[in-house]
């Protein structure tokens, strides 16, 4: 799905004083961003929408010479063809990340893509072992980020301070024969003590939950935040953007389409049948005959599972993730750098159905989720309909055992 539908095109010329948070370099950068369906692709390609960010002091692999004259010839094509070509000065943002279970199979691959963002001035690394290494080897990329690990409890606290995103991939993965709900009674108690440690140190960030099962480890989140008074149901999000991601690439190879153009909403959830992607909704529009649809939803449904049986026993989709949730993080940080135009599916606290979480289309702005998009459930497909409705019972199970867990721990404690 295209992260963004923004065809205008703007020049920013930023000027900062330096980042944002607790951060030693004190750069000034000048950053121009391209925002065009015309326009030249992303350097991480994670926008779906085409795309170039560059700035003119240390950030871009283009090298400031290469990304000046691309920059200048740019322009000067764009106000040809549209004279609508917008320059203004703003105060850039730098956003300070930090990613828990960084030195994982998602954690490593996915700090390297955030590496690559220009919007991040300091990414911040924990995990229980392993993550100084993987800082200091993340850490030489000449990338503008500062990275810095931190590892063990008594660390968490400084890892996650002044952080605007925290992304928790923290948790054990999946093996063949296994659901992702086998994973609750480890991976509940590690998203309990992360999300205790996030209301105490950056109550305000953006969560991104990757952590399975995530049906429920995104409602045993919110119960934590609300027990510790912090929490805000526009902040909190449950990354399904994988399953966009293979709903995209699967239909594009289906129908033989330019996959940056295709966009395929997922909705519900993210375990099995909770996985709903809605192929009538696909854009561009493509027709598929009864049997393919039942095929394509139910292979991105088990894609997950496919992944971990070729894998026999060494995890779960790991790179493929690391890509969805940079995707998501770097929405997120668009959003947050006054983007008006982001949208992506995620699973959050929502009405749109009977359901308190539900995964849909959301349009994310400076404070987390602005708008929870509930068009794209009218005018469903019969087939689209009794799988929504066949959904709904284990997704509600999913929720209430998330959220009992939390209330347990509160009457044993
Ligand atoms: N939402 C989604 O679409 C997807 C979710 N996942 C889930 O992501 C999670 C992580 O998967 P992988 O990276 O492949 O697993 P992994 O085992 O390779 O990495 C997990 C990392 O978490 C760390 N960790 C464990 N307990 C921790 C704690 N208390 N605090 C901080 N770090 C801790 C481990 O040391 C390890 O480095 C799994 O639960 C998996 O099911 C995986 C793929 C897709
Ligand atoms: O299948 C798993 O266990 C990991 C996951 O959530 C996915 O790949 O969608």
Known sequence: MAATSATAFSVISTVSSGPKVGQVTHSKAVSIKFNS????????GLKASNSVNCESESSSFLGNESCATLSASYCRAIRKRSQRCYSYVQLHAF???????????????????????????????????????????????????????????????????????????????????????????TNASIVKTLAEAIADNCPDALIHIITNPLNSTVPIAAEILKQ????????????????????????????????????????????????????????????????????????????????????????????????????????SLRALDGDSDVYECAYVESNITDLPFFASRIKLGRKGVEAVISSELHGLTDYENKALEALKPELKASIEKGVAFVQNQLVTA
């Open 228 to 331: 510790k008074g912090v929490y805000d149901p526009k902040k909190l999000f449950g990354v399904t953007t994988l399953d966009v991601v293979r709903a995209n690439t699967f239909v594009s190879q289906e129908k033989n389409l330019k996959l940056i153009d295709v966009d395929v909403p997922v909705i519900g959830g993210h375990a099995g049948i909770t996985i709903l992607p809605l192929l009538s909704k696909a854009k561009p529009s493509v027709t598929f005959s009864d049997e393919q649809v039942q095929e394509l939803t139910v292979r991105i449904q088990n894609a997950g599972t496919e992944v971990v049986e070729v894998k026999a026993g060494a995890g779960s989709a790991t790179l493929s993730m690391a890509y969805a949730a940079a995707r998501f993080v770097e929405s």
């Open 95 to 185: 956003y300070k990340v930090a990613v828990l279970g960084a030195a994982g199979g998602i954690g490593q691959p996915l700090t390297l893509l955030i590496k690559m963002s220009p919007l991040v001035s300091a990414l911040n690394l924990y995990d229980i072992v392993n993550v100084k290494g993987v800082a200091a080897d993340l850490s030489h990329c000449n990338t503008p980020s500062r990275v810095s690990g931190f590892t063990g409890a008594s660390e968490l606290a400084d890892c996650l301070k002044g952080a605007d995103v925290v992304v928790m991939t923290a948790g054990v993965p999946r093996k063949p024969g296994m659901t992702r709900d086998d994973l609750f009674n």
């Open 37 to 44: 369906k015309n326009c030249l692709t992303s350097f991480s």
